[in-house]
């Protein structure tokens, strides 16, 4: 289903990514690990068209997203790190602009909202403005938009970040369940080792750009003479704590966290 | 097509629903309304240039289409990084839709704010020179919002975050403002200042309005259509320029 082949993202003299190459079968969830800064999400605009790599080769269902750029858009789903939904907007509304944009048509636009807002159980506040959900209920609301186009693929960028123990689990239940129902490839990234063990087939670990080790939970274990997935992956990336200059994006960032209302 | 239309319809729908920004955005120009209105009124009587008031309308509710216009294109910034745009950028729609939909969406509500303070310019006591002057005064309304958007749109693709917000403030939007003639007649001011007026694309804006709906102008009505239209179909490509080109 992805396919990626000696990736590479060089900016100015940062090399961001440098030479990746792993496989993602169809049907399968596929974790992407690393510390802050170590390439997860540059990987990922490359995979969803937001940015073009500088050398390598890309496979989304077979198509290549620098030149069949909408076709592979139509393939995919994504949930951004950063909050990417209308707040003023309700849970509905931001669903059916989604439809929209991928020409879904009506009335099947409709079955799936439905389907979907029931799912992740937002169906009774579909109504309700999103500016009046807590961070949990953001989450799931993108993900079931990521879901409303029915794509091959849905790409988790961190989706789980600042959500409290009870809401990640049953969003990644959630997860689970659709990826058995629809047969949805999912590409997730996250900081939280017990939910890649829990819900991925393979792992991947990325360190300042280059992939250092890659299997399933168990293999990386063994490789490593670890007793926990946490274990491994320090074992792997080093304990040490990554220095990373604040971008501009950083600084919105923090901006963002105090006027969000949760 | 569906697309713009749905694009536009999401921000004439956020619009309605933010009562307080509605508000909020209605006290600056009713300040320069009353203060400015009543307040210099009677000197300008005295001058022998007639109602203050009068004049001084077509440039407040001008004001009000630029502040509305500019800042929905701003806020591009903070939309591209935690907003909704970020959802349209990955959708298999041309950037060009996405570009068009907003504008048109964003202009459409800064004349919304216009014709507010229109009512409220004509509470506070303006006329109109009457049915008439409708379609034109219209006319260049929208084509004051379409202009500034496009140039909001235009200076947010190419800005990183907020920090050059209140540079493009201080040294964009206030003088276009303050310069275009908005709260003083262009006629017989000091020459360096008349050229810098004819710099200014609200200058033809303003004018364009005074001379719809009260039958005076400076540059005169066609040259302000022309100017106006040219300059916001080049703002309108630039914009596309460079939103086509942003990267997240």
Redesign the interface.
């Known amino acids: 289903m992805i396919r990626v082949q000696d990736l590479t993202k060089t900016f100015g003299r940062l090399t961001a990514v440098d030479g990746i190459s792993f496989t993602v079968e169809e049907g399968e969830i596929f974790a992407f690990l690393g510390p802050n800064g170590a390439g997860k999400t540059t990987t990922i ?1 490359m995979l ?4 073009t790599p500088t050398r390598g080769k890309v496979e989304i269902d077979g198509l290549d997203p620098t030149v069949q ?3 592979v ?2 393939r995919f789903g ?1 949930v ?1 790190q ?8 309700t849970a509905y ?1 931001n669903m059916d ?2 439809g ?4 879904v048509p009506r009335k099947l636009r409709a079955q799936r909202i439905e389907k979907l807002l029931r799912l992740f159980e937002l169906w009774e506040r579909r109504d309700d ?1 999103v500016k009046r959900f807590s961070g949990g209920m953001r989450r799931r609301l993108e993900i079931a ?1 990521g879901l409303l186009h029915t794509p091959r693929i849905l790409f988790l960028d961190e989706p789980t970040l600042g959500l409290d123990p009870q809401t990640r689990n049953q969003l990644w239940t959630q997860v689970a369940q659709l990826n058995a129902e629809e047969r949805v490839t999912v590409f997730l990234t996250t900081h939280y080792m017990e939910e890649a063990e829990r819900v991925a087939r393979r792992i991947a670990i990325i360190d300042h750009g280059r992939i250092v080790a890659q299997g399933s939970p168990q293999e990386l274990k063994q490789q490593t003479g670890a007793g926990t997935l946490e274990q491994a992956f320090l074992a792997l990336t080093g304990s040490s704590i990554r220095a990373e200059d604040a971008t ?2 950083d ?3 923090g ?2 966290r105090m006027w969000r209302r949760r | 097509m569906n697309i713009v239309y749905v694009l536009w319809l999401r921000q004439l729908k956020r619009y309605l629903r933010s009562r307080s920004r509605i508000v909020g955005a209605l006290g600056q120009p009713l300040l320069f309304l009353v203060a400015l209105g009543f307040g210099f009124g009677p000197i300008f009587q005295r001058a022998g240039q007639g109602n203050y008031l009068q004049f001084l309308a077509p440039g407040v509710i001008a004001m009000t289409i630029l502040f509305t216009s500019i800042f929905s294109g701003i806020e591009l910034i903070w939309d591209r990084q935690f907003g909704f745009l970020k959802e349209t950028l990955v959708a298999p729609v041309p950037r060009l839709t996405i570009m068009i939909g907003r504008t048109l969406g964003g202009a459409t509500v800064a004349m919304l704010q216009g014709l507010l303070v229109f009512g409220f310019c004509a509470l506070a006591g303006f006329r109109a020179s009457g049915l008439g002057a409708w379609p034109a005064a219209l006319a260049f309304m929208a084509l004051i919002a379409l202009t500034f958007t496009a140039l909001g749109t235009a200076i947010a693709s190419v800005l990183q975050d907020f920090q050059g917000f209140q540079l493009v403030m201080n040294f964009l939007v206030m003088p276009i403002f303050f310069l275009s003639g908005a709260l003083f007649p262009l006629a017989h001011v000091p020459r360096a200042l008349a050229i810098v007026a004819g710099l200014d694309p609200l200058a033809y804006g303003v004018d364009g309005l005074r001379s719809a709906l009260i039958g005076v102008a400076h540059f005169g009505a066609t040259t302000d259509l022309a100017v106006l239209a040219s300059l916001s179909a080049i703002f309108l490509a630039l914009g596309s320029y460079l939103f086509s080109r942003i990267q997240l």
Request: charge should be positive; aromatic fraction near 8%; avoid cysteine.
């Open positions: 605009k969803t068209t937001l940015l750029r909408n076709e858009r139509k994504i951004f950063d909050p990417s939904l209308d707040e003023e907007l509304e602009i989604h929209a944009f991928y020409r403005p938009r501009a994006v600084r919105m960032r901006m963002a």
